[in-house]
T-cell receptor
Framework: DSGVTQTPKHLITATGQRVTLRCSPR?????VYWYQQSLDQGLQFLIQ???????AKGNILERFSAQQFPDLHSELNLSSLELGDSALYFC???????????????FGPGTRLTVL | AQTVTQSQPEMSVQEAETVTLSCTYD???????LFWYKQPPSRQMILVIR??????QNATENRFSVNFQKAAKSFSLKISDSQLGDAAMYFC???????????????FGKGITLSVRP
């Protein structure tokens, strides 16, 4: 158990819908990262938040957005869902996220999103 | 941009034998971190081992060790005395050492599926 929690574990929805994925980082971790794992694209970085602020952006679609709340949990919002958005979405957390150091990222169990 | 390549999609090993998983990467940076992550059927991403590029010594963690060849940009994972529980997908990943903004991410290879024969 990494200490990172994600809910829900599974999510099945229809095209055009909107969903919210939730992540709680390990106690004391200030950074939250979101990754998408799909058969086509592999594991891709989406976005990072550090202590409530967006720190880095990767291959995140405009239909997707995220935020980190004062209690440091994070939500990833996916809207106007398409079949191709079906994937495993991981959240990871690390202590830092500032400038340097190993800042090992600990991964949550993932949320499996299926868009029908 | 950094890239990570795992060219072998699948490998198989006999229980108790040794197997080596290959990974190459491309970067213009001189300092960085390399990682191997394990993803068993449970889907959980588990950190197996980490290597700092500025360290000459290859990292080891129990039955897991790496062969880090910086000049060749090669980072292979050796699993000794393979066990049934080692069966999983293994991902090689890269992260820059000093990061601000967009390069704080992990860049992953496509992964390799390792099966262990009893």
């Amino acid at each position: 158990d990494s200490g990172v929690t994600q809910t829900p574990k599974h999510l099945i929805t229809a095209t055009g819908q909107r969903v919210t994925l939730r992540c709680s980082p390990r106690s004391g971790d200030l950074s939250v990262y979101w990754y998408q794992q799909s058969l086509d694209q592999g594991l891709q970085f989406l976005i990072q938040y550090y202590n409530g602020e967006e720190r880095a952006k990767g291959n995140i679609l405009e239909r997707f957005s995220a935020q980190q709340f004062p209690d440091l949990h994070s939500e990833l919002n996916l809207s106007s869902l398409e079949l191709g958005d079906s994937a495993l979405y991981f959240c990871a957390s690390s202590v830092g996220g500032g400038t340097s150091g190993s800042n090992e990222q600990f991964f949550g169990p993932g949320t499996r999103l299926t868009v029908l | 941009a950094q890239t990570v390549t795992q060219s072998q999609p699948e490998m198989s090993v006999q229980e108790a034998e040794t197997v080596t998983l290959s990974c190459t990467y491309d970067t213009s940076e001189s300092d960085y971190y390399l990682f191997w992550y394990k993803q068993p059927p449970s889907r959980q991403m588990i950190l197996v081992i980490r290597q700092e590029a500025y360290k000459q010594q290859n990292a080891t963690e129990n039955r897991f060790s790496v062969n880090f060849q910086k000049a060749a940009k090669s980072f292979s994972l050796k699993i000794s005395d393979s066990q049934l529980g080692d069966a999983a997908m293994y991902f090689c990943a890269y992260r820059t050492l000093i990061y601000t903004g967009a390069n704080s991410k992990l860049t992953f290879g496509k992964g390799i599926t390792l099966s262990v024969r009893p």
